[in-house]
Nanobody, 115 residues
Framework: QVQLVESGGGLVQPGGSLRLSCAAS????????MGWYRQAPGKQRELVAI???????NYADSVKGRFTISRDNAKNTVYLQMNSLKPEDTAVYYCKALRVGADYWGQGTQVTVSS
């Protein structure tokens, strides 16, 4: 059974930081690309950042220079370090394991940026 469990969300003031974690089980983690997505109220889910099995990364323009995605294959975990947070970063953040023919989603974690 595949499980992706996100953690680390919460309420933070503008300009603050959070680190999200996503722990995976039931898959060979190292061969999957891993992505972080987010969905704000009334908006479509969007890609925030992705890291390939080889460690290459890509980011949405809106988070470049502020967010960093990383992975620890020994811990089957992907991280999203979020700095200089803005109110528009408020959303439910989801992790996703991606491989041709086999995609899996986590349940999401709420991030709220507000003073």
């Amino acid at each position: 059974q595949v499980q992706l469990v996100e953690s680390g969300g919460g309420l933070v003031q503008p300009g603050g930081s959070l680190r999200l974690s996503c722990a995976a089980s039931g898959i060979i983690f190292s061969i999957y690309a891993m992505g972080w997505y987010r969905q704000a109220p009334g908006k479509q889910r969007e890609l925030v950042a992705i890291i390939t099995s080889g460690g290459s990364t890509n980011y949405a323009d809106s988070v470049k220079g502020r967010f960093t995605i990383s992975r620890d294959n020994a811990k089957n975990t992907v991280y999203l370090q979020m700095n200089s947070l803005k109110p528009e970063d408020t959303a439910v953040y989801y992790c996703k394991a991606l491989r041709v023919g086999a995609d899996y989603w986590g349940q999401g974690t709420q991030v709220t940026v507000s003073s």
